[in-house]
């Protein structure tokens, strides 16, 4: 998949040896791939590369926010993103691995898109079900929770009985 926003590292002019470069991401940078989960973004991606002979070590190391809307009231909260990613950059004429931690470039190739790793990294850092941190200590006040509360069921009906039940459960 070619990266719709391509955050180019150029190696091919280095000298053997660590070589450091520094990403500001936001939500253009999202927008770019089309996922519009997150309101707004600020992360820093911080690239180590080391330069061997024949490979490249890329660690990188992830750290900001994003500010998303909770699962349950679409009230913005923000998420803390502090990660880091190791990949190694081999160059041969195969491409054929299994490991997502190894990448395989041409023997002439000069640079690298590092933006799909920096986009995957973050997304799959920030968590599935987002619930914002104020319904689990009790301190959101919000017209969503105030209406999930008034649907919720009523003692009466959770210790009532159901005939039909009961006749289902002879059946085994």
Not at 51 to 80: A, W
Request: hydrophobic share 40%; glycine share 4%.
């Amino acid at each position: 998949m070619k990266s719709p926003s391509p955050l180019l590292v150029k190696f091919s002019g280095l000298k053997e040896g660590i070589h450091n470069f520094n990403f500001d991401i936001g939500k253009k940078f999202f927008e770019s791939f089309e996922y519009d989960d997150f309101i707004d973004v600020d992360i820093i991606a911080k690239l180590k590369l080391e330069k061997k002979k024949n490979m490249l070590n890329l660690d990188f190391l992830f750290s900001g926010k994003v500010k998303v809307p909770c699962d349950l009231t679409m009230e913005p909260f923000y998420i803390d993103i502090n990660t880091d990613y190791s990949v190694i950059v081999k160059f041969a004429a195969s491409k054929d691995s299994a490991d997502d931690k190894i990448i395989f470039l041409s023997t002439g190739a000069s640079n690298i898109d590092v933006s799909n790793i920096i986009f995957e990294t973050i997304v799959l850092e920030t968590p599935q079900k987002r619930v914002h941190p104020g319904i689990e200590d009790g301190s959101l006040k919000s017209e969503m929770l105030d209406k999930l509360e008034d649907l919720k069921p009523k003692e009466i009906f959770l210790n009532k009985k159901d005939p039909r039940w009961d006749k289902l459960k002879e059946l085994l």
